[in-house]
């Protein structure tokens, strides 16, 4: 059964870091890709960043260019999402997916698992 669990979310102040974490079980994905969405109170889940399979090729949502960085670690079946200089605006839930495709997807139809979501909430 695959399973996709994340960690690593909290409170933390404007203009601090976080590095969520999801750790996938049941196969192997590293021939996949994967990616993080996010999820604002009372708004649609939106892409933030996605990662190919085999780490050829990384995509961003615009408002977290320079901010964010996407990585994989197969051996461990893991992706992480390290989010530095955060904004009050970056709060919601964050969901980590893996579409069954080697490169990057942007769009939430695409993925065809996806983790239970961990909280992120970012202070002024």
């Known amino acids: 059964q695959v399973q996709l669990v994340e960690s690593g979310g909290g409170l933390v102040q404007a203009g601090g870091s976080l590095r969520l974490s999801c750790a996938a079980s049941?196969?192997?994905?590293?021939?996949?890709?994967m990616g993080w969405f996010h999820q604002a109170p009372g708004k649609e889940r939106a892409f933030v960043a996605g990662?190919?399979?085999?780490?050829?090729?990384?995509s961003y949502a615009d408002s977290v260019k320079g901010r964010f960085t996407i990585s994989r670690d197969n051996d461990k079946n893991t992706v992480y999402l390290q989010m530095n200089s955060l904004k009050p605006e970056d709060t919601g839930v964050y969901y980590c997916g893996v579409a069954k495709v080697y490169w990057v997807r942007r769009n939430v139809g695409e993925y065809d698992y996806w983790g239970q979501g961990t909280q992120v909430t970012v202070s002024s």
């Open positions: 049941g196969r192997s994905f590293s021939m996949y890709a």
């Open positions: 990662i190919s399979g085999g780490r050829a090729g990384t």
